[in-house]
């Protein structure tokens, strides 16, 4: 039964950890945009394929910089 169900396309990258950031509108757990997020089930595979590409580069440019330790407390 659960052959009739089975999709060929790219799963969602939600970790259903959903907080938008206001200043880049991207999500936090995924780091979509609020626009790819919507879009998803109506995208082509090779548009997730791209979306899935960029998700790495996001996600560590969204990584909060550290500010405790001697660094923080030297600046």
Do not use: F, N, Y
């Not at 169900?5 to 950890?17: N, V």
């Amino acid at each position: 039964m659960d052959e009739v169900w089975r999709r060929d396309e790219i799963e969602s990258p939600c970790i259903k950890l959903c907080v938008i950031d206001p200043a880049t509108r991207h999500c936090m757990g995924c780091h979509r945009t609020i626009d790819e997020i919507g879009d998803w089930s109506r995208m082509t595979p090779q548009a997730r394929t791209d979306i899935m590409a960029q998700l790495p580069e996001r996600a560590a440019a969204a990584k909060p910089k550290r500010r405790g330790g001697r660094a923080g407390r030297s600046t």
